[in-house]
């Protein structure tokens, strides 16, 4: 568990599902969660402590409702998705829909990305000037050079290049309309104080897969 930037908290924990380790993030300010697994190293009762519990999970994808439930049951927290992703979830998972340009509990805003899927949602944390982005871009693993922001395979996209050129058009979006410094991937970590940049890079690129690199 580390704070990355003031009142954000960033962790890592492996997927039970995939296998791979994947990243989580707190929010101090308003209780929020965004895409949790259980941390490995403090486990539940480290958000127990906080000044103020969990109120509420924001998920950036339908995908990414990881260990929601475990925080919901001890909590009773609410958990938000995108309306466009509601489908995914069962009656014993509530899930609140949101849409884009709503106001999310933490002063986060809620802004569409599309393409990979239709409820790629990005997360803007106003206060922090921070974007959690889901699954549209990753950063590469390869721990022998500096990590560079790309796409994930194309196996993973059903429609490759239109997800490609979609993701791209959309990020450009985000540059343009956006105020933010910091990115919070859900899938390689944070970009602290170089997230914007190497966002406008990876636009500027025309698009890469970050596992090719």
Known sequence: MEEVLEGVFHWRA????????????????????IDP?????????????RALPPQAVLLSNR?????????????G???????????????DEPVTGFEFG?????????????AICPDESA??????RALALADGAVLSPEP????QLGFVPDALM??????????????????????????????GGPLVGNGRAKLEELVSSGGRTAFEL
């Open 102 to 114: 709503e106001d999310l509990p933490g002063e986060v805003l809620a802004c569409e990305v599309d």
């Open 158 to 187: 059903d429609d490759p290049e239109g997800t490609k050129q979609g993701l791209l058009s959309a990020y450009r979006r985000l540059l343009e309309e956006l105020d933010f410094e910091h990115l919070l991937l859900a899938h």
């Open 144 to 147: 022998a050079f500096e990590p």
């Open 14 to 33: 492996r997927h039970p599902k995939i296998g791979f380790l994947v990243d989580s993030y707190w929010l101090e300010r308003g209780g929020v969660l």
């Open 123 to 128: 997360l803007l944390i106003v206060a922090s």
């Open 63 to 75: 995908h990414h409702y990881r260990d929601s439930a475990k925080f919901v049951e001890r909590f």
């Open 77 to 91: 927290c609410s958990v938000h998705c995108s309306s466009k992703g509601l489908g995914e979830f069962g009656p």
């Open 37 to 49: 697994l259980v941390p490995e190293d403090v486990g539940l009762e480290w958000f127990s402590d």
